[in-house]
């Protein structure tokens, strides 16, 4: 996500923001703007570049600055984008952010990086008050929370909105005065505030972002907290007391976020290399060389290759042009995309004792295809070796794995995963060894889909059986 306001190049920001964090999500994109009185938004079906071309960035910008043009004066005028990746709701047309909507006090935008574990329970609340639902999301919740009339009466409609909400929301809201930008009370996804050279000020999911467009990092959105980008500058409040257990994803650091990034303010290279150095300590093994499962597994892979004196040798090479194999939204997609994207080198390979590293095992099929191109490829020995724990536990806060029988390692042991995948050897970095090489402390970190420590019963959402009914009756 990208929120800028103020910036007449806002709209050129936000794309070259969202070209930065394509990592983040590739089914679809867009960037909504406002020009002081409404809002417009241009949503597409797939990357950055397709959705969102010269043209259409050239139309946004006419639009964003509309009163500029008409007034002759300073205007009111701001952006925010999205990149799509699918954990609650298809992969539809219908379902691209931002999303638009229009409501008794005008308009808002809205983008959302995470997954609420209460969208059902309130989706049925509002869909038994006659309420319609133009898209399958757990995002459009929200907009229907804030346009009813308990919020839109409160002190703070946004402030009482976010407080019905339970699971992980980075969130920024798009009105045509300002954007707000707000991160739940555990903190599950990175939000971070930048300001740009001119002094206009921005907030971004990844600081990578803030490189690209010549920002600097102000600070991250704290757990919490709701921030307002306006034409006075930046204001803060609270909407809830951060939780006492935070729940930063330490999964952003094994593979989501790009290396470049500080998450959580820490370096996410120097993070996977102390990983990598880490599985050297743990799982030491005489190798020709290490080799990294390319890309997300190439950070982990030099730091083991340092740590235990081993020459590190590419000999997997990747294809460019296809996307991150783990977020496509079906599995004949990854299988189809890991064939296209992974060549293997059989000068390099052949008749090698290998140590190869990768970021995470997760439903298994496309690393057991890894392997296998690797062994027709005359690899003598296979030590695979991955920079975190098994997954075991569906992730219900923004990571697509949310269901136990798509988990190789659920009620599976280690010895089992190393004989469906067909390598000599298989060991994970213990959950110790990950946090260990972690900025904080090990409890301010989500580690549920390793170990089942959920901050909100999943089975029993804070807002399902018993918050509810006393929300319900406000209606």
């Known amino acids: 996500m990208v929120g800028v306001w103020g910036d007449p190049d806002a709209v050129q920001h936000c794309y070259l923001s969202l070209y930065a964090q394509q990592h983040r999500g590739q089914e679809s994109a867009g960037i909504a703007v406002s020009d002081g009185y409404g809002l417009s938004v241009h949503t597409g079906m797939g990357l950055v570049l397709d959705v969102l071309p010269g043209r259409v960035l050239d139309d946004l910008t006419k639009k964003m600055r509309a009163r500029e043009a008409t007034d002759g004066g300073p205007a009111t005028f701001g952006a925010i984008g999205h990149n799509r990746y699918s954990t609650s709701g298809g992969s539809q047309a219908c379902n691209a952010q931002p999303l638009l909507e229009t409501t008794a006090d005008g308009p808002v935008a809205l983008a959302h990086n995470g997954s609420l574990v ?9 869909s038994e008050r006659g309420h319609l639902f133009h898209s399958t999301s757990d995002t459009e919740v929200i907009v229907h929370l804030l346009a009813s009339p308990e919020q839109r009466s409160a002190p703070d409609p946004v402030a009482a909105t976010l407080r019905r909400l339970q699971g992980a929301f980075s969130l920024l809201f798009l009105f045509p005065d300002r954007i707000e930008a707000a991160r739940d009370p555990w903190g599950w996804r990175p939000l971070v505030l930048g300001k740009l050279p001119d002094g206009r000020d921005c907030v971004v999911s990844e600081t990578v972002a803030l490189d690209v467009i010549g920002a600097e990092a102000v600070r991250e959105v704290e757990p919490g907290e709701i921030v307002t980008l306006s034409d ?11 939780s006492p257990r935070l729940a930063q994803c330490v999964f952003e650091h094994v593979y989501f976020a790009n290396p470049a990034s500080y998450i959580f ?12 150095a880490k599985l050297a300590e743990e799982a ?10 390319p890309d997300s597994g190439r950070s982990a892979a030099n730091g083991y290759a340092q740590a235990s004196g081993i020459p590190y040798r590419e000999g997997i090479v990747p294809n460019r042009y296809v996307g991150r194999t783990f977020i496509k939204p079906t599995q004949n ?4 995309a890991v064939r296209l994207k992974l060549n293997v080198i059989s000068e390099i390979v ?18 057991r ?17 991955i920079s975190c ?11 697509d794995f949310a269901t136990r029988d798509q988990l190789i390692a659920h009620e599976r042991t280690v010895e089992e995963i190393r004989k469906f995948l067909g390598v000599n050897s298989l060991h994970f970095l213990s959950l110790d060894g990950l946090l260990s090489v972690m900025k904080h402390k090990p409890s301010e970190y989500c580690t549920a889909c390793f170990n089942a420590d959920y901050r909100i019963d999943i089975e029993h959402p804070l807002t399902g059986e018993v918050v509810l009914k006393e929300q319900q009756s406000m209606f």
């Open 118 to 126: 209460n969208t059902d329970a309130w989706r049925t609340h509002f």
């Open 232 to 242: 006075s500058g930046v204001s803060s409040r609270t909407f809830a007391p951060p």
């Open 265 to 276: 303010g820490q370096n996410v290279q120097v993070a996977r290399e102390s990983m990598g």
């Open 284 to 293: 030491h093994i005489e190798a020709d060389y290490v080799m990294p499962m």
């Open 333 to 336: 997609e990854r299988r189809a």
């Open 350 to 367: 052949r008749g090698k004792k290998l140590i190869v590293v990768d970021d995470s095992i997760v439903r298994g099929t496309t690393t």
């Open 369 to 385: 295809e890894k392997m296998k191109q690797l062994r027709d490829a005359g690899a003598s020995e296979i030590h695979l070796r």
């Open 389 to 399: 724990p098994p997954i075991k536990h569906p992730c219900y806060f923004g990571v």
